[in-house]
């Protein structure tokens, strides 16, 4: 069964950093990309970064562009966030997302499959 | 402003049909396929569609489609369980960004 486990949130001052982890389990890590999502309180879900599974490619948010880092351990099976000069803005529950491809052959796409419980990250002075 | 729109809520009774719509543009909805994610109270997001697939334990009172810029997720037989927020997300390569919608509160009465 596929799990995925986010830890390293925690209450930090402005303009302080984070490394966020989500460990994985039940599937060959290293065969899909990855993806963390954020839900602020009060607001919708927030679509933070991805990764491709062997993290040749990644994407970003504008709001976190050159503020976190995504990054992945292929040999650990865990999903990484590094997270420098947060903001009030940043205070959300993190999750992490495991990506599924599927379709026929030309209508073969993308889309976040299994999540996990998420790590809350509180910016706050 | 959210690069997707959908209603900001949606209601319905027991055993009803209710329809949730997403709506975006050629960039994202018209090019890709999209997803269905279900939030119960705030908690932790469930995946409910990709595209017009079920993942596996979802019921198949959910179905979605897509015709053109819109994407729809149709509930049949409304049960109270079903109540929650619901985003669509996808694709969109002109902004090289993931993008959800704003989320459909749905009420079962």
Same mark, same amino acid.
């Given at each position: 069964?596929?799990? $995925?486990?986010?830890?390293?949130? =925690?209450?930090?001052?402005?303009?302080?950093?984070?490394? $966020? /982890?989500?460990?994985?389990?039940?599937?060959?890590?290293?065969?899909?990309?990855?993806?963390?999502?954020? &839900?602020?309180?009060?607001?919708?879900?927030?679509?933070?970064?991805?990764?491709? &599974?062997?993290?040749? &490619?990644?994407?970003?948010?504008?709001?976190?562009?050159?503020?976190?880092?995504? #990054?992945? %351990?292929?040999?650990?099976?865990?999903? *990484?966030?590094?997270?420098? @000069?947060?903001?009030?803005? %940043?205070?959300?529950?993190?999750?992490?997302?495991?990506?599924?491809?599927?379709?026929?052959?030309?209508?073969?796409?993308? *889309?976040?499959?299994?999540?996990?419980?998420?790590? +809350?990250?509180?910016?706050?002075? | 402003? @959210?690069? $997707?729109?959908?209603?900001?809520?949606? #209601?319905?009774?027991?055993?009803?049909?209710?329809?949730?719509?997403?709506? =975006?543009? /050629?960039?994202?909805?018209?090019?890709?396929?999209?997803?269905?994610?279900?939030?119960?109270? &705030?908690?932790?997001?469930? !995946?409910?569609?990709?595209?017009?697939?079920?993942?596996?334990?979802?019921? %198949?009172?959910?179905?979605?489609?897509? /015709?053109?810029? !819109?994407?729809? $997720? +149709?509930? #049949?037989?409304?049960?109270?369980?079903?109540?929650? %927020?619901?985003?669509?997300? !996808?694709?969109? *390569? #002109?902004?090289?960004?993931?993008?959800?919608?704003?989320?459909?509160?749905? +009420?079962?009465?």
């Amino acid at each position: 069964q596929v799990h $995925l486990v986010e830890s390293g949130g =925690g209450v930090v001052q402005p303009g302080g950093s984070l490394r $966020l /982890s989500c460990a994985a389990s039940g599937f060959t890590f290293r065969d899909f990309g990855m993806h963390w999502v954020r &839900h602020v309180p009060g607001k919708g879900l927030e679509w933070v970064a991805s990764i491709r &599974h062997d993290g040749s &490619h990644k994407n970003y948010a504008d709001s976190v562009k050159g503020r976190f880092t995504i #990054s992945r %351990d292929n040999f650990k099976s865990t999903l *990484y966030l590094q997270m420098n @000069s947060l903001g009030g803005e %940043d205070t959300a529950v993190f999750y992490c997302a495991k990506e599924i491809g599927t379709g026929p052959t030309n209508f073969f796409y993308y *889309y976040m499959d299994v999540w996990g419980k998420g790590t +809350t990250v509180t910016v706050s002075s | 402003q @959210s690069a $997707l729109t959908q209603e900001a809520s949606v #209601s319905g009774t027991v055993g009803q049909m209710v329809t949730l719509s997403c709506t =975006g543009n /050629s960039n994202n909805i018209g090019s890709y396929g999209v997803g269905w994610y279900q939030q119960i109270s &705030h908690g932790v997001p469930k !995946t409910v569609m990709f595209g017009n697939s079920l993942p596996s334990g979802i019921p %198949d009172r959910f179905s979605g489609s897509q /015709s053109g810029t !819109t994407a729809s $997720l +149709t509930i #049949s037989g409304l049960q109270p369980e079903d109540e929650a %927020d619901y985003y669509c997300s !996808t694709w969109d *390569y #002109s902004l090289t960004a993931w993008v959800f919608g704003g989320g459909t509160k749905l +009420t079962v009465l």
